[in-house]
Protein backbone atom coordinates (compact mmCIF):
# COMPACT_ATOMS: atom_id res chain seq x y z
CA UNK A 1 0.00 0.00 0.00
CA UNK A 2 2.90 2.30 1.00
CA UNK A 3 4.61 1.58 -2.53
CA UNK A 4 1.51 2.61 -4.34
CA UNK A 5 0.71 5.49 -2.45
CA UNK A 6 4.63 6.97 -3.02
CA UNK A 7 3.92 6.02 -6.96
CA UNK A 8 0.43 8.30 -6.83
CA UNK A 9 2.51 11.22 -5.13
CA UNK A 10 5.91 10.90 -7.83
CA UNK A 11 3.71 11.19 -10.38
CA UNK A 12 1.38 13.51 -8.67
CA UNK A 13 4.60 15.81 -8.71
CA UNK A 14 5.44 14.85 -11.91
CA UNK A 15 2.60 16.18 -13.49
CA UNK A 16 2.29 19.47 -11.22
CA UNK A 17 6.36 20.04 -12.50
CA UNK A 18 5.37 19.69 -15.92
CA UNK A 19 2.59 22.18 -15.69
CA UNK A 20 4.56 24.52 -13.82
CA UNK A 21 7.16 24.13 -16.86
CA UNK A 22 4.31 24.74 -19.22
CA UNK A 23 3.34 27.68 -17.87
CA UNK A 24 6.83 29.30 -17.64
CA UNK A 25 7.45 28.49 -21.67
CA UNK A 26 4.11 29.65 -22.63
CA UNK A 27 4.95 33.45 -20.30
CA UNK A 28 8.41 33.19 -22.18
CA UNK A 29 7.14 33.35 -25.44
CA UNK A 30 4.17 35.28 -24.48
CA UNK A 31 5.91 38.36 -24.04
CA UNK A 32 7.95 38.63 -26.93
CA UNK A 33 4.76 37.96 -29.63
CA UNK A 34 4.03 40.77 -31.76
CA UNK A 35 5.38 44.08 -30.58
CA UNK A 36 3.98 47.13 -31.68
CA UNK A 37 7.40 49.02 -31.16
CA UNK A 38 10.66 47.84 -30.91
CA UNK A 39 13.99 49.33 -29.97
CA UNK A 40 17.50 47.82 -30.16
CA UNK A 41 20.20 48.70 -27.81
CA UNK A 42 23.90 47.58 -27.81
CA UNK A 43 27.71 48.27 -26.95
CA UNK A 44 30.00 46.55 -29.17
CA UNK A 45 33.45 47.26 -29.01
CA UNK A 46 34.68 45.03 -31.72
CA UNK A 47 31.98 44.97 -33.93
CA UNK A 48 30.22 41.35 -33.32
CA UNK A 49 27.85 42.62 -30.58
CA UNK A 50 27.18 45.64 -33.44
CA UNK A 51 26.74 43.46 -36.66
CA UNK A 52 23.73 40.96 -34.26
CA UNK A 53 22.39 44.21 -33.62
CA UNK A 54 22.25 45.05 -37.62
CA UNK A 55 20.63 41.73 -38.08
CA UNK A 56 17.71 42.53 -35.78
CA UNK A 57 16.98 45.86 -36.98
CA UNK A 58 16.63 44.33 -40.05
CA UNK A 59 14.45 41.58 -38.99
CA UNK A 60 11.93 43.46 -37.13
CA UNK A 61 12.45 47.23 -38.12
CA UNK A 62 13.28 48.73 -34.54
CA UNK A 63 15.04 51.51 -34.04
CA UNK A 64 18.89 50.60 -33.74
CA UNK A 65 20.97 52.61 -30.65
CA UNK A 66 24.10 52.36 -29.85
CA UNK A 67 24.90 52.39 -26.59
CA UNK A 68 28.29 54.56 -25.78
CA UNK A 69 30.54 55.47 -22.86
CA UNK A 70 31.65 59.06 -22.93
CA UNK A 71 35.50 58.02 -22.50
CA UNK A 72 35.85 55.49 -25.14
CA UNK A 73 37.68 52.23 -23.98
CA UNK A 74 41.31 51.96 -25.21
CA UNK A 75 42.09 50.77 -28.96
CA UNK A 76 44.62 48.16 -27.33
CA UNK A 77 43.45 45.05 -26.91
CA UNK A 78 45.68 43.94 -23.93
CA UNK A 79 44.71 47.49 -22.82
CA UNK A 80 41.09 47.37 -22.88
CA UNK A 81 41.10 43.69 -21.50
CA UNK A 82 42.64 44.91 -18.52
CA UNK A 83 40.20 48.19 -17.94
CA UNK A 84 37.46 45.90 -18.20
CA UNK A 85 38.48 43.23 -15.85
CA UNK A 86 38.86 45.72 -13.57
CA UNK A 87 35.37 47.94 -13.83
CA UNK A 88 33.42 44.25 -14.19
CA UNK A 89 34.79 43.36 -10.87
CA UNK A 90 33.85 46.43 -9.32
CA UNK A 91 30.38 47.06 -10.62
CA UNK A 92 31.49 49.85 -12.80
CA UNK A 93 28.91 52.39 -14.38
CA UNK A 94 30.70 54.61 -16.70
CA UNK A 95 28.83 57.61 -17.88
CA UNK A 96 27.12 57.12 -20.94
CA UNK A 97 27.81 59.79 -24.32
CA UNK A 98 24.72 61.28 -25.39
CA UNK A 99 21.19 61.69 -25.04
CA UNK A 100 19.39 57.70 -23.89
CA UNK A 101 16.39 56.66 -25.72
CA UNK A 102 13.23 57.08 -24.10
CA UNK A 103 12.47 53.71 -23.25
CA UNK A 104 8.79 54.38 -22.26
CA UNK A 105 8.06 54.70 -26.32
CA UNK A 106 8.94 51.08 -26.39
CA UNK A 107 7.19 47.72 -26.00
CA UNK A 108 9.80 45.50 -26.73
CA UNK A 109 13.55 46.68 -26.34
CA UNK A 110 16.66 44.17 -27.10
CA UNK A 111 19.61 44.51 -25.32
CA UNK A 112 23.19 43.19 -26.90
CA UNK A 113 26.52 43.15 -24.83
CA UNK A 114 29.59 41.98 -25.55
CA UNK A 115 30.71 39.17 -23.01
CA UNK A 116 33.29 40.73 -20.50
CA UNK A 117 34.27 38.77 -17.85
CA UNK A 118 31.78 36.61 -17.76
CA UNK A 119 29.01 39.53 -17.32
CA UNK A 120 27.68 42.54 -19.21
CA UNK A 121 29.57 45.63 -20.49
CA UNK A 122 30.25 48.13 -18.04
CA UNK A 123 28.60 50.56 -20.47
CA UNK A 124 25.30 47.91 -20.98
CA UNK A 125 24.72 47.95 -16.62
CA UNK A 126 24.74 52.15 -16.83
CA UNK A 127 21.97 51.92 -19.86
CA UNK A 128 19.57 49.80 -17.71
CA UNK A 129 20.32 50.94 -14.61
CA UNK A 130 19.58 54.62 -16.42
CA UNK A 131 16.16 53.58 -17.50
CA UNK A 132 12.88 52.00 -15.86
CA UNK A 133 11.96 48.96 -17.44
CA UNK A 134 9.02 48.44 -15.81
CA UNK A 135 6.40 47.36 -18.20
CA UNK A 136 8.90 46.37 -21.15
CA UNK A 137 9.98 42.74 -22.57
CA UNK A 138 13.68 43.24 -22.54
CA UNK A 139 15.07 40.63 -25.13
CA UNK A 140 19.20 40.21 -24.47
CA UNK A 141 21.48 39.12 -26.53
CA UNK A 142 24.94 39.01 -26.19
CA UNK A 143 28.30 37.84 -27.99
CA UNK A 144 31.32 36.10 -27.07
CA UNK A 145 34.71 34.32 -28.58
CA UNK A 146 34.17 31.26 -26.48
CA UNK A 147 33.39 32.34 -22.76
CA UNK A 148 29.12 31.50 -23.57
CA UNK A 149 26.26 32.85 -21.08
CA UNK A 150 28.01 32.88 -18.15
CA UNK A 151 26.07 35.46 -16.06
CA UNK A 152 25.06 37.68 -18.64
CA UNK A 153 21.77 36.98 -18.53
CA UNK A 154 21.41 36.98 -14.55
CA UNK A 155 23.40 40.19 -14.28
CA UNK A 156 20.73 41.65 -17.36
CA UNK A 157 18.11 40.56 -15.20
CA UNK A 158 19.09 41.82 -11.83
CA UNK A 159 19.90 44.84 -14.06
CA UNK A 160 16.27 45.40 -14.80
CA UNK A 161 13.89 43.85 -12.32
CA UNK A 162 10.76 45.26 -13.14
CA UNK A 163 10.94 44.19 -16.74
CA UNK A 164 9.35 40.61 -18.50
CA UNK A 165 12.40 38.90 -20.38
CA UNK A 166 12.15 37.45 -23.75
CA UNK A 167 14.82 34.13 -24.29
CA UNK A 168 18.27 35.56 -24.68
CA UNK A 169 20.23 35.11 -27.77
CA UNK A 170 23.81 33.58 -27.03
CA UNK A 171 26.05 34.16 -30.21
CA UNK A 172 29.69 32.97 -30.75
CA UNK A 173 31.47 36.07 -33.06
CA UNK A 174 29.04 38.21 -34.72
CA UNK A 175 26.18 35.26 -34.87
CA UNK A 176 26.28 34.71 -38.56
CA UNK A 177 23.06 32.96 -39.43
CA UNK A 178 21.90 31.22 -36.30
CA UNK A 179 20.70 34.69 -35.50
CA UNK A 180 17.91 34.98 -37.60
CA UNK A 181 16.45 31.56 -36.30
CA UNK A 182 16.35 33.38 -32.80
CA UNK A 183 15.04 36.48 -33.84
CA UNK A 184 12.08 34.09 -35.44
CA UNK A 185 11.84 32.23 -31.75
CA UNK A 186 11.39 35.19 -30.12
CA UNK A 187 8.88 37.74 -31.79
CA UNK A 188 6.88 37.53 -34.55
CA UNK A 189 6.88 40.82 -36.90
CA UNK A 190 4.27 41.88 -39.35
CA UNK A 191 6.00 44.13 -41.99
Known amino acids: METKMLMIAIVCAAAAGFAV ?3 AVKAEAAVAAEPAKILIAYYSYSGNTKAVAEQIQKATGG ?3 EIKPAKAYPASYNECVDQAKKEC ?3 FKP ?3 GALPDVSKYDVVFVGTPNWWGTMAPPVLSFLSARNFAGKTVIPFMTH ?3 G ?3 CEADIRKAAPKAAFGKIGVFSGNGGSSVAGWIKEVVKVKR
Open 145 to 147: GGG
Open 149 to 151: VQR
Open 63 to 65: EIF
Open 89 to 91: GEG
Open 95 to 97: QLA
Open 21 to 23: LGQ
